[in-house]
């Protein structure tokens, strides 16, 4: 597919749930495209309007106003026949699983190919090799209450991918799991986003999954969009309190340290063998006093920030931050928030 | 201790009490349970959401219930002849169970049906499942367990309505316990008769969570 079409595209999507005192907005205004091939992640904290979201995209939530296009179809203006088949091209999975509980694994990878009014042997046959993707072939004939919580998404995963489609909706997919399991089915859904070529939309409040698996990332606050665009980017320099709040959620108890010079320097992924604070002060034969330090592994590479204290005099810290930015790093003056 | 005349007697009114509740509990669930479902996929949190519907039908079912069941089958007696050609007898008391019951089976299959999980119906409808398709192959299958239990509950209730229709000329095992115990004091057949009931109604009620126990496959 043209790499230039989104696949999804969100536009001024806005959504209000009717109610006492002139109804609920949870959704404000939304804009959002989400290409062929993502692994996109929607990021926010509880009640920011993620699940809603979500739920928009495959019309479960109809908008109050606004418009979602999935692979160039204007959704609005669909029939409700032509919305299930759609739907056939979406595959949903949930926090809490929801498998059929009386039907076993092989069963349930089924379901949704009798919806679509496939043979019960063609089904079948399609099932097991799923099962067998997801790494679950002996499971077939137990039923979820046999099933951990792991193997459980594992086989709604398999079950959300029968119908061949084109997108794989995440709804909190793995904050019912253990940290253990949650790599492994994250792994997992990175796979199929590689091999198949499923464009993957999680919807998470947490950061590991999106420093894991996604490429493209939106932080939802309040209702709106606050910031979107390529995880390494949005992560290393956040634009918007939100997403610095997401992020760094330390960040904010550092703000009363700073009564002087300060630096922030960027690790992009370049340098982050390299011993640089530690050379740089040997270098200068000055001290500079570490405020803030995160980073992170993602992907291999290390990624985060670091909020330095530079010395009082103004050569040794211009020099200082000259060395940095020579370094390759990106680092800069920090005066009123970290 | 009974004549062989009392003795068959008996074995007629046991067969004529399972005849009316057995074919009394298949009509009536088969417009209480169509009427249950209705009332489920109208409700406001359903899938499609009537709400006039919704509280007609909860209307219609709450007055129905609400009738003395005696009172009803008195009621319904025009009806009754018009249909069956009498209001005697076992054949006859089937209408007036089917149409005291299936309000009450509706309610039954409501209760059962509500308790599948929200999120597993949303899951099917994220497949594309149209209404009909949840209903048939979501909401039907899920809710198994409880709707045996339930028509354990809702066979054992017209077991002793058409005890009851002994009253009015009905047929069946409370036709012989209040011709025979109430009307002219023979304790002894009015006994046997309740005991009868009572090991009917055992009976069901244990086949009934024995089958929903077996079809439940969630532990």
Known sequence: MDRLEPIIRIQKLTKTFAG??????????????????????????????????????????????????????????LPEKALYKVRQSMGMIFQQFNLLMQRTALDNVCFPLEIAGKSR??????????????????????YPGQLSGGQRQRVAIARALATDPKVLLCDEATSALDPKTTRGVLALLKEINRKLGVTVVVITHEMTVVEEICNKVAVIDACKIAETGDVSEVFIKPKSLAARKLFYPDDVTTEHFINSRCCRIVFDGNSSFEPVVA?????????????????????????????????????SAEKMMEYLTAKGLAAEEVRDYV | MFSRQILGMLGTGFLESIFMTFVSAAFAYLIGLPLGLTLVVTDKDGIRPKSWLNGILGVVINILRSVPFLILAITVMPLTRSVMGTTLGARATIVPLVIASAP?????????????????????????????QVVLRVMLPEAKPSLIVGSAIAVTTILSYSALTGFVGGGGLGDIAIRYGYNRYQTDIMLVTVVILVIIVQVIQEVGMKLARIGDKRK
Request: aromatic share 6%; charged share 25%.
């Open chain 1, 20 to 77: 006492a005192g002139g109804g609920l907005t949870v959704l404000d205004n939304i804009d959002l495209d989400i290409y062929n091939g993502d692994v996109f992640g929607i990021i926010g904290v509880s009640g920011a309007g993620k699940s809603t979201l979500v739920r928009c995209i495959n019309f479960l939530e109809r908008p109050t106003s606004g418009t979602i296009s999935f692979d160039g179809k204007d959704l609005n203006r």
């Open chain 1, 121 to 142: 042997k063609e089904s079948r046959v399609r099932a097991e090799a799923l099962l067998e993707l997801v790494e679950l072939p002996d499971k077939a004939r137990a």
């Open chain 1, 279 to 315: 050379d740089m002060v040997l270098r200068f034969r000055k001290t500079v006093n570490i405020i803030f330090a995160d980073t992170k592994n993602i992907g291999g590479k290390a990624f985060g920030q670091m909020v330095l204290q530079l010395p009082e005099d103004d050569t």
């Open chain 2, 104 to 132: 009450f089976i509706a309610r039954l299959v409501e209760s059962a049906v509500k308790e599948v999980d929200k999120g597993v119906i949303e899951a099917a409808q994220s497949m594309g499942a149209s209404p009909m």
